[in-house]
């Protein structure tokens, strides 16, 4: 069964400091997506990635396909980051199916 | 560019009463997905449609059913309410199944007394 955890679940900063959320995932994922979910419910997608990494503004996402790991990086965080960070994998073979993790509700202190 | 739209976004339905979630795209996505997000679960995945004419049931599919209408449009059919049904539904489309961007509409807030 395909499987993503993420860490940590509830994660304070105080604007300016460097973030970084962990998602581990099992044997059988080949590509993992980020998002992100404001306060007013809304989901957007910030990246998805199969190797490497990827950047976006203050926005760094990295990918370990021998680890099973990825993480994302805000730099310079600002109270406009509050908001929950869900990490999502998806199977190769054109599997249409993406499993979550539960998510990391980042707040950021003025 | 509306992207993916979701209507209503709030509801409140008496057990057992009947109702659809509509969901729309105007981006030419192939593929359209209905999930659900109740507090401390991830988003879970009720069906989905990889492409226009085919549906699929994902891994909460019980008290529900989906239409493809066309390319643009996937409903979702609550037809006997139940208060185990109360959750925020989410539609997203994505060119592909998994390894394309997905994109998500507003949310609808459903609440069944």
């Known amino acids: 069964k395909n499987e993503v955890e993420q860490s940590p679940q509830n994660l304070t900063a105080q604007e300016g400091e460097f973030i970084t959320i962990n998602c581990s995932y099992s044997v059988g994922i080949s590509a993992l997506h980020w998002l992100q979910q404001h306060p007013g419910g809304g989901i957007v997608s910030l990246f998805m990635l199969s190797s490497g990494k990827k950047k976006h503004g203050r926005l760094i996402a990295t990918i370990n396909i021998q680890e099973k790991h990825s993480s994302l990086h805000i730099t310079a965080s600002h109270p406009r980051d509050s908001a929950v960070y869900i990490c999502a994998g998806a199977s190769g073979g054109g599997s249409e199916k993406l499993v979550f993790g539960k998510g990391t509700k980042l707040t950021v202190n003025p | 560019n509306a992207g993916v739209t979701q209507t209503p976004k709030f509801q409140v339905l008496k057990t057992g009463q009947s109702m659809t979630l509509q969901c729309a795209q105007d981006?030419?996505?192939?593929?359209m997905y209905w999930y659900r997000q109740d507090p401390g679960m991830g988003l879970r995945l009720i069906y989905y449609?990889?492409?226009?004419?085919?549906?699929d049931k994902g891994e909460v599919p019980n008290g529900y059913n989906v239409s493809r209408l066309n390319k643009r449009e996937f409903s979702l059919r609550l037809e006997s309410a139940a208060p185990s049904q109360t959750s925020v539904y989410f539609c997203?489309?994505?060119?592909?199944?998994?390894?394309?961007?997905?994109?998500f509409g507003q949310g609808t807030r459903l609440t069944v007394v």
């Open positions: 449609s990889a492409s226009e004419g085919t549906t």
């Open positions: 981006m030419n996505h192939n593929s």
């Open positions: 997203a489309s994505s060119v592909r199944a998994g390894h394309t961007e997905a994109f």
